[in-house]
């Protein structure tokens, strides 16, 4: 399956609730409910039939650049 978003596109920062966060996590919790726009995007396949998408998105109005993976952000819709 191809990638969700596309390079452009505007997008709300939706990070993971999850117990045990990493840095990254928690970094990025820092960012929700922030609407961002995709800069980049990368796919990963660790193994034969997985395939992982992760988006440089652009938040703020400093415009950091930070990593998302496709699971922690959902379509801004208008």
């Known amino acids: ?3 969700k978003y596309a390079i452009g596109q505007k997008v ?3 990070p993971v609730s999850e117990k045990g ?3 990254r ?3 990025l919790t820092t960012y929700a409910g922030q609407v961002g726009q995709v800069s980049d995007l990368y796919s990963i396949s ?3 039939g997985q395939i992982f998408h992760m988006y440089k998105v652009r938040v ?3 415009r950091k650049e930070i990593v998302v993976y496709e699971d922690e952000m959902a379509a801004k819709l208008s």
Do not use: C, F, V, Y
């Open 1 to 3: 399956m191809g990638p």
């Open 12 to 14: 709300i920062i939706n």
């Open 21 to 23: 966060l990493t840095q």
């Open 25 to 27: 996590e928690s970094d």
């Open 46 to 48: 660790p193994s034969a």
């Open 60 to 62: 703020g109005r400093e």
